[in-house]
């Protein structure tokens, strides 16, 4: 079982807003330990998409965003396009566990 | 650039090993770690374990511990990762992921390698 919660399905339509929680606690994001993002598109290894909680790689766009509060991070999708339905996960590290994590995985549908 | 090539997919009885390969290329293979992580048909991705490809030291999740053995072979700049006593619930592709380190995020991912156990 993921220790890091997120939303099964998010949807919107072409150029709208979406945004996916990932909710941990106080042995991972509470921690302070980092949140990242990976896209993974069907079919396809996943990508890394947001690093150390806002940072984006070279090449990511900057539509994507990520945040993090408290327990939680989140990821924000604007303007969003076709190309961006796929899964989309978080990862921590959980002391507690000696482990990284990932969170349980989110399908963003674009309408 | 820098990439992680898998060898290709397994089909293993209930019981048996499976050992697959991941080889680096186009970066300095021992300043960086290598983590493995599985996704099941339809499921989300699961961490098994982490090596340093510097030093060799390993790190595996709980569930793996026991069965499971990561290694890696600096001259061909290649880890392995051997998963034994197989089940069908061990059905699953299988990434090889490279991290700068221990606390960075999985920058670079292997094709994945797909697994599957069926007598």
């Known amino acids: 079982q993921s220790v890091l919660t997120q939303p099964p399905s998010v949807s919107g339509a072409p150029g709208q807003r979406a945004t996916i929680s990932c909710t941990g606690s106080?042995?991972?994001?509470?921690?302070?330990?980092?949140v990242h993002w990976y896209q993974q598109l069907p079919g396809t290894a996943p990508k890394l998409l947001v690093y150390?909680?806002?940072k984006r790689p070279s090449g990511v766009p900057d539509r994507f965003s990520g945040s993090k509060s408290g327990t939680s991070g989140s990821l924000a999708i604007t303007g969003l396009q076709a190309e961006d339905e796929a899964d989309y996960y978080c990862?921590?590290?959980?002391?507690?566990?000696?482990?990284?994590?990932f969170g349980t995985g989110t399908k963003v549908t674009v309408l | 650039q820098a990439q992680l090539v898998q060898t290709g997919a397994e089909v293993k009885k209930p019981g048996a090993s499976v050992t697959v390969s991941c080889k680096a290329s186009?970066?300095?293979?021992?300043?960086?770690?290598v983590h493995w992580v599985r996704q099941a048909p339809g499921q989300g991705l699961e961490w098994m374990g982490i090596?340093?490809?510097?030093?060799?030291?390993?790190s595996y999740a709980q569930k793996f511990r026991g069965r499971v053995t990561m290694t890696r072979d600096t001259p061909t700049k290649t880890v392995y990762m051997e998963l034994r006593s197989l089940t069908s619930a061990d059905t699953a592709v299988y990434y090889c992921?490279?991290?700068?380190?221990?606390?960075?995020?999985?920058?670079?991912w292997g094709q994945g390698t797909m697994v599957a156990v069926s007598s």
């Open positions: 992921v490279r991290a700068p380190g221990e606390s960075e995020p999985f920058d670079i």
């Open positions: 186009g970066y300095s293979f021992t300043s960086y770690y």
């Open positions: 090596i340093n490809c510097s030093g060799g030291s390993t």
């Open positions: 106080s042995s991972n994001i509470g921690a302070g330990y980092d």
């Open positions: 150390g909680d806002n």
């Open positions: 990862q921590s590290y959980d002391t507690s566990l000696s482990a990284y994590v």
